[in-house]
């Protein structure tokens, strides 16, 4: 997904818990620390920053990235961009829709480049059906969304599951119904960088 580059490049990972790497009992272990690794290992000069907040719905990230371009430190190139998973419970995929727009929308403004994830499954889907089609179509809406304007999309729903994998594999991949464990961080930060 990166370029090979010669000069370092700062990367903003941008999003909720879910890029925070909240774990329970208030630990984090975030994707972008394997990510890191992977990059440092292939001496791929990026340096990335995580700006993940626990608890923060699409229509607050909004503010937030605008206070974190206008940080004048760092100079962002790539802003990858993970939201929504804390507005399924209004059942609209719309707001989400708008929101994630508006965020890959503030990036281009500021002259970087962004990076699309999806919103993975949760463990509350099957028994509330609704959260998990609410999901389905924001995720689906922002994938149209991401290839119409060129914007490199990574699906997370499609590549780590939560319902169709073994009860072990799950117990493994998952902290609890929304969150990964640090393996699942893991396995989401290897899956970044094939």
């Not at 700062?10 to 879910?18: A, E, I, K, P, Q």
Request: charged residues 30%.
């Amino acid at each position: 997904m990166f370029l090979f580059r010669k000069k370092k490049m700062d990367v903003l990972c941008f999003g909720d818990s879910l890029t925070e790497g909240y774990i329970k009992f208030q630990d984090y272990h975030p994707y972008t620390i394997r990510l890191q690794e992977l990059l440092d290992e292939k001496q791929i000069p990026i340096q990335l920053t995580n700006a993940g907040k626990s608890g923060e719905r699409t229509e607050d990230m909004i503010p937030r990235l605008k206070e974190v371009l206008k940080d004048k430190k760092k100079k962002y190139k790539i802003v990858i961009i993970l939201g929504g998973t804390n507005n399924i419970g209004s059942f609209d995929p719309d707001p989400i829709v708008a929101d994630i727009k508006q965020l890959h929308d503030i990036v281009k403004q500021y002259g970087a480049s962004s990076i699309c994830i999806t919103m993975p499954e949760h463990g509350q889907e099957r028994d509330v059906p609704k959260a998990g089609e609410t999901r389905k179509k924001a995720n689906s809406e922002i994938q149209n969304f991401a290839m119409e304007q060129d914007i490199p999309i990574f699906d997370l729903s499609s590549e780590i599951l939560f319902h169709d994998i073994e009860v072990e594999e799950r117990k493994k991949m998952w902290d609890d119904n929304i969150h990964f464990s640090a393996i699942g961080y893991d396995t989401f930060g290897e899956k970044l960088l094939p």
